[in-house]
Each structure stands twice: as structure tokens, then as C-alpha cells.
């Protein structure tokens, strides 16, 4: 989770396989001005278990 407390949400959904590190690029810039949540989706061996990205 990014963002200003009170930012009108946004939701990323990594595909199949992929990480929320995927949005790594844009996220900062989408979080400016909203709250947004990067997901892991479905469940491969690479996404399984604890997320590893840090949002600061």
C-alpha cells in the first residue's frame, strides 16, 4: 500500500506468475495523489508465501 491516507484507492493486479514489484516503475507516480495496492494474484511457486516489496 502507497499513498496519501484518504486517496481515493487504486488497485494493481499483477498477472499470473508476476509480482507486485511489477508496478515498481509507476507506482510511485500513481501514488501521488492516491491510495493504491499492488496484488499478487493466483499462486505460482514465485508468489507464494510472504510479500517481499516494501512501500515507503
Same mark, same amino acid.
Given at each position: 500500500?502507497? /499513498? %496519501?491516507? /484518504?486517496?481515493? %484507492?487504486? =488497485? =494493481? !493486479?499483477?498477472? !499470473?506468475?508476476?509480482? *507486485?514489484? $511489477?508496478?515498481? =516503475?509507476?507506482?510511485?507516480? !500513481? *501514488?501521488? $495523489? &492516491? !491510495?493504491?495496492?499492488? =496484488?499478487?494474484? /493466483?499462486?505460482?511457486? *514465485?508468489?507464494? /508465501? %510472504?510479500? &517481499?516489496? &516494501?512501500?515507503?
Amino acid at each position: 500500500m502507497a /499513498g %496519501p491516507v /484518504g486517496g481515493e %484507492p487504486l =488497485l =494493481l !493486479l499483477a498477472a !499470473l506468475g508476476e509480482s *507486485a514489484d $511489477d508496478w515498481a =516503475l509507476v507506482r510511485g507516480a !500513481l *501514488a501521488r $495523489d &492516491r !491510495l493504491v495496492y499492488a =496484488l499478487i494474484c /493466483g499462486s505460482t511457486a *514465485a508468489t507464494s /508465501g %510472504p510479500a &517481499r516489496t &516494501r512501500w515507503s
